[in-house]
């Protein structure tokens, strides 16, 4: 079974600054896709950004770019420019290409954002 | 962006009764949707997959009979659970997998639905 690790349960960024949020997993496939959602106080959960295994190019949405390490199974997310807005938990997630279409969420890392 | 929707938002229910969550894909088709659970300050627990039309594929530990998966059409699929008791209260999400769409392989998840059992 594929797991995911966060090992940050809280992380602190001031408004305006850059964050990294680490995440690593752990599968023996080669073919998988890697998500990070954000869920803020309200619930609701938001994809922020998606990447495709076999895609070697990091994702990038806007302020929201990762850094994808196929070999160190490693999927770290940067926020930059942080906004207040930002101040959410983070969850990552591993869902299998060829093996059903469910997630399998780390334990997710709270984010707080200082004036 | 793929709307999904739950109803009700929250409920509270006496122990022994039977609780009707619904989970609707509002501007797309879903043959796949699938619950969740998650205990405050926790992650998202898979507790079943459901397909239209077939019946709930259950993760291991969760009780089928406890926790009724109703996918009958392709926007919506119901999750009863049947003789509730305070254990049974958590935050309950649905998501749904929007096969057509330009990101085929994302889910989109609903606003939750918060289960207290007295």
């Known amino acids: 079974a594929q797991t995911v690790t966060q090992s940050q349960p809280e992380m602190s960024v001031q408004e305006a600054e850059t964050v990294t949020l680490s995440c690593t997993y752990d599968t023996s496939e080669s073919d998988y896709y890697l998500f990070w959602y954000k869920q803020p106080p309200s619930r609701q959960m938001i994809l922020v950004i998606r990447?495709?295994?076999?895609?070697?190019q990091n994702a990038t949405e806007n302020r929201f770019s990762v850094n994808f390490q196929k070999a160190a199974k490693s999927f770290s997310l940067k926020i930059s420019d942080s906004q207040l807005g930002d101040a959410a938990m983070y969850f990552c997630a591993y869902r299998s290409r060829n093996s059903g279409y469910a997630l399998n969420f780390g334990k997710g890392t709270s984010l707080l954002v200082t004036p | 962006g793929a709307v999904v929707s739950q109803h009700p938002s929250w409920v509270i229910c006496k122990s022994g009764t039977s609780v009707k969550i619904e989970c609707r894909s509002l501007d797309f088709q879903a043959t796949t949707m699938f619950w969740y659970r998650q205990f405050p300050k926790q992650s998202l627990m898979l507790m079943a997959t459901s397909n239209e039309g077939s019946k709930a594929t259950y993760e291991q530990g969760v009780e089928k009979d406890k926790f009724l998966i109703n996918h009958a059409s392709l926007t919506l699929s119901t999750l009863t659970v049947t003789s509730a008791h305070p254990e049974d209260s958590s935050f309950y999400i649905c998501s749904a997998r929007d096969p057509a769409g330009g990101l085929g392989d994302t889910q989109y998840f609903g606003p939750g639905t918060r289960l207290t059992v007295l």
């Open positions: 990447q495709e295994a076999y895609k070697q």
